[in-house]
């Protein structure tokens, strides 16, 4: 099929919830992809953080083959060898005391767990949330989520998860209650705007919560494993969850979530009441293994502290020389430019020019690449931009309209 026919059918046949880009993706490497015609694109978007290792790791690719020939399902009715060596490498690796987990398979479930855990350890039905917070779309976790476009059709959603304005320390103490389970929050927002929070906000957030006797739940789906400089973002500020969500690149691009939390937090669930098919699948966690092994043995994480600084840098270039942007934010390779203006035109531009770009909210132009993107194609990227941007200011001689 060529792209068009595809196009075409994809939007016949798939339910017509994605913000769609008029292109055609069929292959990876690295930090590049191709669509079917051929053309390259450097991946600024990392299929929305998921492929941090880099699209088709030789040794993800490898892991996936020889488990595949070996086994491909167990559920965790049975014990796997696979899902074994999963669970002791990732707590191996999560924060110190954090080592017992529940395997799902995506963001908004590794949230639900957390919600749930939530309520059956406390006893408790009340979640505090951020207001901006994005959490994933799953009643439960679309119950956390705060945009209105997203939660409005669905109402009435779970009850007793309220939000407060985020990184403001009186306003969550306000909220708490004698009815609060748990207090959610992403260590660095994401989908919100690439909102990195103010020193002493998690610390202080951690504090209400030991004080209140109620539970710290970190979503590190966008923000975990390495992404942001540091292994977990949490560690940006030396501030432990007792909970902590994972999941996007987890399984090096197969589908696995991951609720991390204390070991007698965890145990409050007891049998069947939390679970799901594909748990743990020996497949997925094969691949889980060897992305862990490729995160550590190639340094990822120094890797997005360094590049990240160097990519930043370059934004905050191109900020002085273009009046369009407002504001360069982000940790590591998490980085957010926000614009005066909607940044649709600016990603289908950076697209035609060979660059993916995500957005974040309206006005945001959000960086998830791969971990193993290279200085070259760094500057391939902020070149297209500097063009992308030199033709909007050129389309806007007065200034940005504002929105
Ligand atoms: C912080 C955060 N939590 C949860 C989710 C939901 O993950 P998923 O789309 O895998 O359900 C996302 C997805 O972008 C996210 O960024």
Not at 86 to 100: A, E, V
Not at 269 to 276: A, I
Not at 368 to 376: F, H, K, N, T
Request: aromatic share 6%; charged share 25%.
């Amino acid at each position: 099929m060529n792209e068009q026919e595809i196009i075409e059918a994809e939007n016949r046949l798939m339910a017509n919830v994605f913000a769609k880009k008029p292109v055609v993706l069929t292959r990876g490497k690295g930090a590049v992809v191709w669509d079917v015609n051929g053309k390259e694109y450097v991946d600024c978007t990392g299929s929305y953080g998921v492929a941090l290792f880099g699209h088709s790791h030789p040794k993800i690719v490898e892991a996936i083959g020889k488990q595949a020939e070996k086994l491909i399902s167990c559920h965790a009715g049975y014990y796997n060898d696979k899902r074994t060596e999963f669970l002791q490498k990732l707590t191996s690796i999560t924060p110190k005391g954090l080592n017992k987990a529940f395997l799902s398979n995506s963001g908004a479930e590794s949230v639900e767990c957390a919600i749930k855990l939530a309520r059956k350890y406390s006893g408790k039905p009340e979640i505090i949330a951020m207001m901006g917070a994005f959490h994933g779309k799953t009643m439960g976790a679309l119950s956390a989520t705060w945009d209105k476009k997203y939660r409005e059709p669905f109402q009435p959603l779970v009850p007793e998860i309220k939000h407060v304005p985020p990184d403001n320390l009186e306003k969550a103490r306000e909220a708490v209650s004698e009815k609060t389970a748990a207090v959610l929050v992403e260590p660095i927002r994401g989908e919100g705007g690439i909102r990195v929070p103010p020193d002493g906000f998690l610390k202080g957030l951690r504090e209400l919560c030991d004080e209140k006797n109620i539970l710290l739940i970190f979503d590190e789906v966008q923000t975990g494993f390495g992404r942001t400089g540091k292994l977990f973002a949490c560690e940006h500020w030396g501030v432990t969850p007792d909970v902590m969500c994972l999941a996007k690149p987890l399984a090096g691009g197969l589908p696995l979530g991951a609720t991390v939390a204390r070991a007698d937090v965890m145990s409050s669930l007891k049998v069947g009441e939390h679970s799901t098919t594909y748990s743990g699948s020996p497949l997925v966690c094969a691949a889980g293994c060897a992305a862990i092994d490729v995160l550590l043995d190639e340094k990822l994480t120094e890797r997005a502290a360094t590049l990240g600084a160097y990519f930043k840098s370059e934004l905050e270039k191109l900020q002085s020389k273009h009046r369009i942007v407002k504001e360069v934010r982000g940790l590591g390779l998490m980085l957010g430019m926000e614009m005066k203006f909607d940044v649709l035109n600016t990603l289908l531009k950076a697209k035609d020019k060979g660059v993916l770009v995500l957005d974040a909210g309206r006005n945001v132009l959000r960086f998830l690449p791969p971990l193993v993107i290279s200085r070259e194609q760094i500057d391939k990227a902020i070149s297209v931009l500097n063009s992308v941007f030199e033709e909007e200011e050129n389309a806007r001689p007065s200034g940005a309209s504002a929105n």
